[in-house]
């Protein structure tokens, strides 16, 4: 999108580029430029809320009395577009590994992002709608939303943020948007290659994934993970444009994100019914809340991934799905191939011992 002047054929690159440094040097460095980045990110966007609230008539409205009028399958689209607003927290477990006392830290962090970055992005969403309230009515606004959106120039926000702040607005708008395509695919790279390193440790991907610099940092999967996002994101806004590469991509990453958490909720059912008493899992009571959490997580993620696909173009999505189920049958016949090799090993060893 062109915002304030600055077209994204030179900040996408930008972000990009800088995005592949830092995953390459590794997360001490990443961790420091996204505490200090972040931060002054953070502090802008309370400052401007700030004022978008104390404008002059500006009406305080309630946002859950206008959910009845929107159709089910596209307020789900708007949920798992709003699961990846506190960018960060689902790609913090696959990094434990190289967290100090991870039991503690990891789940603190995730915590804190969730419930800082929601309620950061519930009061800019909020203030922003104030402010575009306060010199259109509401069916003004929503068109308004809906045509700045469809033409996929300049962000709604962006134009209300301008009627009310002007140019001064431009700089922070550019070093945000830089800083958001740095942190949010800075976040996924990390993850990406720590997952590569995983499996590539465990036999289930070429060794070469697992190798390690002299930091511990897995450059070669960090490699592969930031070119492929580099090259996805770049071919996809150049052919589709940013905004509907933007729906696209941001729909398929919430909904692999979707799919991640229902693996989650079955694991943590299935841990929960194991026999053995595991540190975590030592006291029946505790164990039978992990079940009823579990299933419940597990339909309310199932839920919304049904409905929200409801509201996207299935066409768009038969790539994906394609995709998917290519892993997945990769994925099951080697875990079939490797038990039914330990299996059948098992068997003749059993019989050599005879």
Do not use: C
Not at 188 to 207: F, H, I
Request: proline content about 4%.
């Amino acid at each position: 999108m062109d915002f304030g002047g600055d077209p994204w054929q030179i900040s996408l690159p930008i972000s990009l580029i800088i995005m592949t440094i830092l995953a390459y040097l590794g997360i001490r460095i990443s961790a420091k430029y996204a505490i200090f980045a972040g931060s002054l990110e953070m502090a802008a966007l309370i400052l401007i809320s700030i004022v978008l609230l104390l404008i002059p008539h500006g009406v305080l409205f309630n946002p859950f009395a206008y959910t009845g009028s929107i159709p089910l399958s596209t307020f789900m689209v708007a949920v798992v577009y709003a699961i990846a607003i506190p960018t960060g927290y689902g790609t913090i477990a696959p990094l434990s590994g190289e967290v100090k006392r991870a039991r503690e830290t990891v789940s603190r962090a995730v915590e804190a992002v969730i419930i800082t970055g929601g309620a950061l992005a519930a009061l800019a969403i909020y203030s922003t709608a104030v402010a575009g309230l306060s010199y259109m009515n509401t069916h003004e606004f929503i068109r308004f939303l809906n045509e700045a959106t469809g033409r996929g120039g300049l962000s709604p926000v962006v134009i209300i943020l301008h009627h009310f702040l002007g140019v001064l607005l431009d700089p922070i708008v550019i070093f945000a948007m830089i800083n958001d395509g740095v942190l949010g695919a800075l976040a996924y790279v990390l993850a990406s290659s720590r997952t590569l390193y995983a499996m590539a440790d465990d036999g289930q991907l070429p060794g070469l994934l697992s190798l390690v610099n002299s930091k511990g940092n897995p450059v070669i999967s960090v490699l592969i993970s930031a070119l492929a996002l580099d090259a996805i994101a770049l071919v996809t806004t150049y052919l589709l444009g940013p905004f509907n590469a933007f729906l696209l991509l941001g729909f398929l990453s919430m909904l692999a994100n979707l799919i991640v958490h229902l693996s989650a909720n079955f694991a943590l059912l299935r841990a929960a019914t194991m026999k053995i008493k595991a540190v975590l899992y030592g006291v029946d009571t505790i164990r039978w809340l992990d079940k009823v959490v579990s299933v419940v997580a597990a339909l309310i993620t199932i839920f919304t991934a049904v409905e929200s696909v409801l509201g996207i173009n299935i066409v768009e999505l038969t790539p994906y799905f394609i995709v998917l189920a290519i892993i997945a049958a990769y994925l099951t016949a080697r875990a079939l191939l490797i038990r039914g090799t330990f299996s059948g090993s098992g068997v003749r060893n059993y019989k050599v011992i005879r």
